[in-house]
Structure formats: C-alpha cells, structure tokens
C-alpha cells in the first residue's frame, strides 16, 4: 500500500524506518500504546510479555483501536457530508408484523436528521427495483417524505437489483471527499437475480475500493445472516440484527449517528510475524493469512468505537534476551482525506528461565478476554452445525466449551456470564423449541459473536 509495507516485504523488521516513521508520526508513545494526532490509539500487548528460552510456547496477542469519545475533542476531526442511499426491501413479507411501517419511519426519522450538504436516495427492491428518490441535495427533497409514506409490500426479493441501483446512484455524485454509504435493509433470502454469496461480496468489495462503504440489517428471523454479515464486512460498513420490527427506528437511527460520526475509513491491521512464529487462532470477523503476515479489515470507526482482536501465536524458540516477535502497523484514512495514517507498533517478549515464576507476569484481563472470545466462537460453531441438522455435534461442542471454561485458571463476572450463556443455550438445544424461538435464538448467538470484536 505504502513505502512502508513494500520495503517491510523485503526486510521483516527495518528498525530505522520503523524509528523514523514513529518519530514522524506519532504523539508520545508507551510500551505498546500508540497515538496519532487526530486520536486514534493502537494498543498491541501479550497476555504475558515473558517466554520461557530455548522452549516452544504459545502467547495471545491482543490488538485495539480506539477512537476519541468526542468530535471536540480533536479539533482535526470536522463533519464530513453524507451521500447516502437507503435500499429497502419491499417484498410482500415485509407487509407482516408491521416491518415496512416500521422502517418507513426509520426513513423519515434518518431524512429529518440529514443536514445542508448532504444527499439522499431512497431505493426499494421486491421483484424489481425501483429508484423512488434520486440522490440529490437534502435541501430540494420537498416531497420525499410523500414518497416514503406511499411504499407498499409485494413480491419476491431481488436484492441484487437493489444494491445495483443503490451503487449507480451514489456514482452520480461520487465523492471521496465526503462518506458514501449504502444502508441495505431486508427480511428475507435473496431468491431472484444473483444470490451467490461471493460473487456479492466481490462487488460489494469492489465498491468498497470505489469509496463506497455498505451497512447491512437484517429484520426478523428469516433473511440469510452469513449473506447479510459478509456483506457489511467487505462493504467496510456494520451489520445490525434487528430481532424485533418495532426496534427499526432505534437502531437505524443509531447506524445514522455512527455514520455521521465516523472518525477513520477503512482501518486496516497487518501483523507481520517472526519467521519462526505460526498463527494459531485468530479472533477477528474479517481477515486473510499469507505466510508471516496477518491482515484484518477492522472497517470504518465513529467516535467512541473500538475493535478489540485475539491473536493465538506459536512463539519462535529463541535464546534469553529481550526479542523481536514482529510488527503490527495499522493504516486507515480520516473522512475527506486522500492520505493514508499509519501508525507501527514493534512486538516483543523477553525469554529467561522463569518455571512457575512465569505466571505472576500474565495479564489476567487478557486471559478472561480470550476466553470470552472462545466461548462465543463455540457457541456461533455449534449454530452453524445444528442449522444444518447436526443435533449430536452442536451439544458436543458446547459440552466441551463449558469444560473449557470451568477449567479456566481465571474466574470472574465475565467467565461467570458466558457459563451461563452456554448453559442456557444448550438447554435450549435440548428442548423442543417452537420454530420462531429457536430461530431467534440461533440469529442472537451468530450475532453476538459478530458483535464482539467491538467489545
């Protein structure tokens, strides 16, 4: 992407160029803290900063990036204008359980919000789609309001043909100096024009690279969550889960806010490893592993967001001293600005003789976190195995998970919540659950574990 990452390819760890970048770049920085001027803060730290010498070990990584709590407080941060589109599935199950009247208030509600210099478009998809408001300047949209209230359910769901129609129109007034986001709504599974998954997500992707992020919700218990998840995260954008029709208004109204509050665009973390250093597991919704080189999409971050990553690392056998383990640089961009941010982190642990002394340096907070994660991680695999039919397999994993967790060497609150969170589910595996609850229950557990690297 950068000179930085070319020359890093050739040589793992420049520690000159690393140096003279953190000189250029950074506000004060402590032992894995780093800081950019407009407030942007990438944490990288080891649930135990010590190893055992000449010794395989394993270690967890953990990775967070934190923004400002407020736009005030960074006077580098200005509001950016918005060009949004909102594609909105009107299928005739939208007509149920007052889903389109819901979201249609959740439009009006996003439109009084909008401020002068930004434009709006409203697209509707069933059969076919159709552009009901082309994105223009909010200031002349005197009847969309009108137009909003005259949506009406029926027919099948073609959402390829409304994502279609919500890219072309933002690419009538593509900007890159404002935010371009798509706000994709639907309650059902894609059933007409393209519905593969990946090839959707190339677009999708693909747009991305245009300057067109995409936010997904998914409304009720019967549209295709793993279609709708991968979409907001090669869109760059969220995926929201919206349980409840009546709770439409809240949450795109809290979608809004982020929007118009995001800080960084396109945050991206790239671990680069000893030579000698396997990853094992990792934690994060979106990344790809080639060789030493670890790299996750964290997406766009508003004010007072966060992305909390695991990493499970084999470490290299390496003699005493203080060592090199790698890298973590991140990149991103701010809102309005064609330059890239990056800031690099070095990793290190320090290898001795330490036997049973090695504990007292773990970071316990680390450890609980981890297995947090995991436990979710169980949970959302045993989703995945009884959506498919695979009863015996689902309870099997959530036994073992459970074992996991009360052999942990921590306890607190939060390895407390997940026992009982694994319990109740699986007791709700073991009963005969009527279909509205147990699909309920299988979208909360998948999407909670999307939600969790924002913890």
Known sequence: ???????????????????ATLALMLVPVQRGYATAADGLQLQARFDNPQAEANTKGERVLELLVTTPKHLSSQPALARIPLNIALVIDTSGSMGQEGKLETVKSAAHNILDKLQPGDRFALITYNSYATVHIPLEPVESLRHAHRLIDALRPGGNTHLSAGLRHGYRQL?????????????????GLANMGETN???LGDWVEMEQHNGISLSTFGVGLDFNETLMAE???RGRGMYYFIDEPARSKEILAQAFRATREIVAKDVELEVQLHPAAVVREVYANSYQIHGNTLTIQAGDLSVGERRRIHIRIATPVLDKGDQNIGQVRMEYQQPGQATAISQTLPMSLRYGTFGQAIEKARDWTITERTKVFEAHYARDKAAQIYDKGDVTSAKRILHKSLQNLRNAKVHGKRISKELEETSTYLHALEQQLDRKERKKSQKAVKYKKYLLEGC
Do not use: A
């Open 1 to 19: 992407m950068n000179l930085l990452r070319r020359w890093t390819q050739k040589t793992p760890f420049p520690p000159l160029l690393f140096f």
């Open 171 to 187: 690419h009538r007034h593509l900007d890159t100096s404002v935010i371009n986001r798509i706000f994709l709504l639907s309650d």
């Open 231 to 233: 979409l907001s995260e």
């Open 197 to 199: 998954p990946r090839r």
